[in-house]
């Protein structure tokens, strides 16, 4: 198996990637977030997006519009359902937020369900195709978002448990993953928005063509299998994908711009002191595909 796609695109000058060390993510430089993309750079950017999972853009001074601009490149945005973390004038950016109005903290995470492995939206039937964040302020100590490789993870299975678990579905309930991230129950309109949807355990990337694991927090059960084997699997699965060779871990700078792609990775953040730290992250979701 391939690890990576080879970039069939000519770069572009003044272009640069800077894969990380195990070969999953990679830094791009060379280009300015803020102004409007050439074709050519976009079509290089989509490659190494597709070669390496993760991309890191330092120093973009993002504004919202520019962001929200930025993600529309890559398909159409899409809302979260959690409306209270939706921002006023461009609900498509979600923002976390432990930052009152007069600077101090709440004393609390924002969304405790981003502090356990998931895959973004995977509780949706259509579930997201990339995120792209910005963290106006981050944690001085923690708070990193660290990145699972899922596709390396379902190559380096052994052959027993691929050809166990190919062919397999998962439940992904929203209303279940807030309960098991102890984060504040699904509301009534939530469930009625996002109800428990079945997608394959191991998925096709429509692009790339490779499979990888596709579970995550937003995974609630096995379907045919009982309750307590199909957490046992999923709890499994998820202990191999994370392990240290399949992760990347990124460390915030002030005006980072971070992309991944959600068919392909899982992530979390690291926690971090809620009540000293001060944290402001703005989210935008490009939607995605039917998993396959």
């Known amino acids: 198996m391939s690890e990576t796609v080879e970039l069939t695109v000519q770069k572009p000058v003044g272009l640069t990637v800077t894969p990380h060390d195990n070969g999953f993510g990679a830094e ?75 600077g101090s903290t709440t004393g609390e995470h924002p969304e405790k369900g981003t502090l356990v492995w998931h895959t973004d939206k995977s509780y949706v039937a259509t579930p997201s195709l990339t995120t792209i964040l910005r ?12 990145f699972a490789d899922m596709t390396r993870a379902y190559y380096n299975l052994s052959t027993e448990t691929r050809a166990r678990i190919d062919g397999m579905a998962a439940v992904h309930d929203w209303k279940r993953s807030r309960e098991k991230s102890k984060e504040r129950p699904a509301t009534a309109e939530e469930i009625a928005a996002a109800p428990p949807v079945v997608h394959p355990m191991v998925r096709t990337h429509p692009e790339t063509g490779l499979k990888a694991i596709y579970l995550g927090n937003h995974a609630s059960h096995i379907v045919d299998m009982a309750i307590d084997e199909g957490e ?45 730290e001060r944290r402001i992250v703005h989210r935008v979701v490009v939607k995605g595909d039917k998993p396959l």
Not at 256 to 267: A, E, I, P, Q
């Open 28 to 102: 791009i430089g060379g280009i300015d977030l803020t102004k409007s993309i050439r074709d050519a750079d976009f079509a290089w950017v989509h490659k190494a997006f597709l070669d390496y999972k993760v991309l890191v853009f330092r120093a973009q001074k993002l504004d919202d519009e520019a962001h929200h601009r930025l993600a529309r490149y890559f398909g159409e945005l899409e809302g979260h359902i959690n409306k209270s973390t939706r921002h006023q004038a461009l609900p498509k950016i979600q923002i976390f937020s432990n930052v009152k109005e007069d």
């Open 135 to 146: 963290s106006p302020a981050i944690a001085s100590v923690g708070g990193d978002t660290l």
């Open 232 to 276: 046992a699997l999923i709890s499994e699965l998820e202990a191999h994908a994370t392990q240290s060779e399949y992760i990347y871990r990124h460390k915030w700078q002030v005006d980072d711009v971070l992309m991944w792609d959600n068919r392909c990775t899982m992530h979390c953040v690291e926690p971090y002191d809620a009540t000293k």
